[in-house]
């Protein structure tokens, strides 16, 4: 009887320690900084790159705004595409304070089939640039349609993995992943808001 006893909670005990000493590692895969974005397609614009990027995979976009009169100038760019779409808008775009998404006013938004077409929404700052300097100036370009690269540390993120470093030509200690926002697209509109 006391053996069993014995090995019933010992066995508790080491559940309860694995548990306390893997708290420490959980990480939260969405960062904790600011980005507020609505885009409602319910008023047209079904032929943005970013309307194909919602409803296709492996198909990444960069997007951004500019404030104007009257509204917003909504910017994406896709890997591929010479042309950059500009299209004007007015209330379907809401941003905090009118201006700003993420660190660097843009976002990559795209879907992975690496992840059953799950929805991602990147900072398109690069993540160890902005660490070490704590400089929001470092956006992120598209290597191909998959990766986008950073000009100042040559870090590699893959779009379709949730965004961790798969090449590194200088071989850096720290390789942070993408910022990720949260987000929901409901098939009319697109939602970021983290905070």
């Not at 090995?7 to 309860?16: A, D, G, P």
């Not at 956006?139 to 961790?164: E, H, M, P, T």
């Amino acid at each position: 009887m006391s053996r069993k006893f014995f090995y019933k909670y010992s066995f508790l005990l080491v559940v309860c320690l694995c548990l306390v000493g893997c708290k420490g590692q959980l990480v939260d895969e969405y960062c904790n900084h600011t980005a507020s974005f609505r885009f409602d397609f319910q008023y047209g614009h079904t032929q943005s790159y970013l309307y194909a990027a919602l409803n296709s995979s492996d198909y990444f976009v960069f997007v951004s705004t500019n404030p104007i009169d009257g509204g917003f100038d909504l910017i994406t760019e896709a890997y591929g595409n010479k042309e950059i779409n500009v299209e004007h808008v007015t209330e379907a775009v809401l941003t905090r304070n009118g201006r700003a998404l993420g660190l660097n006013n843009g976002l990559i938004v795209g879907r992975s089939s690496l992840q059953n077409g799950e929805l991602y929404v990147f900072d398109r700052q690069c993540p160890n640039c902005f660490n070490e300097t704590s400089q929001k100036k470092y956006a992120l370009k598209f290597q191909n349609s998959a990766n986008v690269i950073c000009d100042r540390c040559k870090r590699v993120y893959g779009l379709l993995n949730g965004g961790v470093v798969v090449a590194d030509e200088i071989g850096h200690d720290v390789n942070e992943k993408l910022f990720r926002y949260r987000a929901t697209y409901s098939g009319t509109y697109l939602q970021v808001a983290n905070q």
